[in-house]
């Protein structure tokens, strides 16, 4: 059974800094793995998708990497700002378990001003 | 706008006092799933729908109830809620879910049963 893993569960870094947040997962058999993003109290809303025949996908200061064959993918954020300031949740789409989307428990990320 | 909509956004209730949560999409997606969001337990798929009229069970069914008979709308039934099922609720779709798309995700409805 696929289990998503995200460590560390929480961070806090002062603005500017370059970060990188932590996504594993247990089974290689995916059709695609998905960052998003959740502010308190509010919805998801997705950041990166990446195809598992990709090895990454970039928007503006984020740059989200995969490596199906060692079950890990990461989200690099440039040059941080308080506004990034959120829950960040990763999640794979598998084959092989009805067509679910199965999530990690997020990593709460604090930008200090 | 595309969105995802869902209704009520808080709802208090009383064990057994069946209720339902509306979940509506204008983007004429085929897929829609229900997720709950607990502490600790992170997101968990309750149902979704590949479709019109096709509906199947996630991780954490029981409890639940869903119909889809228009495209979209996917609500969400709770025949005899239990304090186990406060939590909050989240609906999404996409186009279809093996279109390389992502979810699109609703604003959540915050349910508390006593």
């Known amino acids: 059974k696929q289990e998503v893993t995200q460590i560390p569960a929480a961070l806090s870094v002062p603005e500017g800094e370059n970060l990188v947040l932590n996504c594993s997962f247990t089974d290689s058999a995916i059709y695609n793995l998905q960052w998003f993003r959740q502010d308190p109290g509010k919805g998801l809303t997705s950041l990166l998708l990446?195809?598992?025949?990709?090895r990454e996908q970039t928007s503006g200061r984020l740059n989200a990497s995969l490596d199906k064959s060692s079950g890990r993918s990461t989200l690099y954020i440039a040059a941080s700002q308080p506004g990034d300031s959120a829950t960040y949740l990763c999640a794979v789409l598998v084959y092989n378990q009805g067509g679910k989307l199965i999530f990690g428990q997020g990593t709460e990320l604090s930008v200090k001003p | 706008e595309a969105q995802v909509t869902q209704n009520p956004r808080y709802l208090i209730t009383v064990t057994g006092k069946k209720l339902t949560v509306t979940c509506s999409q204008n983007?004429?997606?085929?897929?829609m799933s229900w997720y709950r969001q607990d502490p600790g337990l992170g997101l968990r798929q309750i149902y979704y729908?590949?479709?019109?009229?096709?509906?199947d069970k996630g991780d954490v069914p029981e409890g639940y109830k869903v119909s889809r008979k228009e495209k979209r709308n996917f609500p969400l039934i709770l025949e005899s809620p239990s304090p186990n099922q406060t939590s909050l609720y989240f609906c999404a779709s996409s186009l279809s879910l093996w279109a390389q798309e992502t979810q699109y995700f609703g604003p959540g409805t915050r349910l508390l049963v006593l």
């Open positions: 729908s590949m479709n019109v009229e096709v509906t």
């Open positions: 983007m004429n997606h085929e897929y």
């Open positions: 990446i195809q598992s025949s990709q």
